[in-house]
Structures are given as structure tokens and as C-alpha cells.
């Protein structure tokens, strides 16, 4: 069999093994010819080095891009519309992850996303949080891995799986709040900076405010000695005169 003409990448893919099985679908009526083989490790694109960090979720696939220095430049987000059925979802996937190799195949740049573990059992994740728990449980999650690592091979564009722990509360604490973006957008930028081999820490003084139900309560605690307490039953403001006839003391 001649083989069609092909990028020079593509030639030296189907230079190793390469298994041709041919199959008969009963739903399309229909004969198919299916080709596996390994690919090769590819080299980082040059000169710029860019990474595009994508955070995979549910309803839309969001991404960053980070310069060699580490910084983010561009912000952005592909609307993915799952539905449950198999031939819907797989051409919505297909889309998204087009248009996400596209926007990495213009820039020259690799595609970083989270490395998440597929052997845990479905008992294992009630223990980890519920966004990941959500995503590990889903078949569209490993759909969209494959299609991911297909597109980018056909395309010549370099996927690379990083650590996922802790990418949304990096992502919300240091950049959502700060460049007034989305927390799944910060935390693709956390995935191409920790792909480019940046550690991503807290900012300091982040406070995370707590549901009402875990504030602890103060009712029936003793007053810290200095603390002025107005006996009137009316909080006293700064600035405000107290009005004649309320008794102040200190405790």
C-alpha cells in the first residue's frame, strides 16, 4: 500500500510498528480500517517556548497562556456542551479540543494539563474533592485525554502532563482575584507554569473566609480585659458621639 504524502513528522511516526486492523460495524453497515502505532517524543517548540495550560471541566475547557518567564499573557475559554449521549458528546469534544490545538498551533506552544490518576476505584473517590471526584468518575474526562493526545500528534504539538494537586486553590488565591479572571482560568495558568518547571506558591496574608455555620461563636465569652463594652445594648461606631445617659466601662 502507498502511502499518502505527509509532513515530515508525520513520516517519521510511521517509520516504527505500525498495526492495521480491519473491522466490520454492524450499526453503520459498514468496513474499517483502524492504525495503531507509537508516538515519539517531540521536541519543545522554539524560539518563544510558550505554554497553554488547560483546566478541564464539565461545561467548558479553560486555558492561559504562559510565556518562557513564567507569566501569564492571554486568558481564555472553549464552552464544551455535554450532553450524556456518546456520538453528541464525542463530535462536541472533538470541536473543543480542535479549537484548543489551533490556539496552541498558532502560538507555537506545548499543552500542559493535569496528570489525573484513572485506576482509583469508584470507592476511592469519595475521599477526594468533589470537582475531581466528579471529572475521575466521567468517561468524557478520558475522551477528552484521548482526543487531546490524538490532535496533537496529527498536529505536531507537544502535551504534558503535570501534578494536579492543588491547581484551583493556587489558581483562585493568586490569580483569579488579581488579573480579575476566573478560577479555572488561574488555575490553567497554575498547569503551564508548574509544566515550565515554576513553583506556585500562597500569597501571603490570604485569609479564606469562613461559612457562617464554623465561625465560632461569641456569646456567653468573657470580653478580653481592655475591651469597651457599651451597657446600653447600642454598638458604638468610631467617630460617633455616645449618646447622654449611656454608661461605658471597660472590662
Not at 144 to 149: E, F, P, Q, S
Not at 173 to 187: E, F, L, M, P, R
Request: aromatic letters at 8%; a positive charge.
Amino acid at each position: 500500500m502507498k502511502r499518502p504524502p505527509s509532513t515530515p513528522y508525520k513520516a517519521k511516526l510511521a517509520s516504527g510498528p505500525l498495526s492495521v486492523r480491519v473491522f466490520w460495524r454492524e450499526r453503520t453497515g459498514g468496513w474499517y480500517v483502524g492504525a495503531s502505532f507509537e508516538p515519539v517524543d517531540l521536541p519543545w517548540p522554539e524560539p518563544s517556548r510558550l505554554m497553554l495550560g488547560v483546566d478541564i471541566n464539565p461545561d467548558h475547557l479553560a486555558w492561559s497562556l504562559v510565556n518562557r518567564s513564567g507569566n501569564p499573557t492571554t486568558w481564555g475559554k472553549i464552552v464544551l456542551s455535554l450532553t450524556g449521549e456518546a456520538h453528541h458528546d464525542a463530535d462536541a469534544i472533538g470541536v473543543a479540543v480542535a479549537g484548543l490545538v489551533a490556539i496552541a498551533k498558532s502560538e507555537g506552544a506545548a499543552i500542559a494539563h493535569e496528570d489525573l490518576d484513572f485506576s482509583r476505584s469508584r470507592a476511592g473517590l469519595r475521599y477526594l474533592p468533589r470537582r475531581l471526584a466528579r471529572l475521575l468518575s466521567s468517561f468524557s474526562y478520558n475522551q477528552i485525554l484521548t482526543t487531546l493526545a490524538s490532535r496533537c500528534a496529527s498536529y505536531g504539538v507537544r502535551h504534558v502532563p503535570v501534578n494536579p494537586a492543588w491547581t484551583s486553590v493556587l489558581g483562585q488565591a493568586n490569580y483569579a482575584g488579581v488579573h480579575g479572571v476566573s478560577v479555572d482560568q488561574g488555575a490553567a495558568c497554575v498547569i503551564a507554569r508548574r509544566a515550565l518547571g515554576f513553583s506556585s506558591r500562597l500569597r501571603p496574608a490570604v485569609a479564606w473566609a469562613l461559612p457562617g455555620a464554623k465561625r465560632p461563636s461569641r456569646i456567653g465569652r468573657k470580653p478580653p480585659v481592655g475591651t469597651c463594652i457599651n451597657f446600653a445594648g447600642r454598638r458604638r461606631r468610631w467617630g460617633s458621639a455616645v449618646p447622654p445617659g449611656t454608661v461605658v466601662g471597660c472590662a
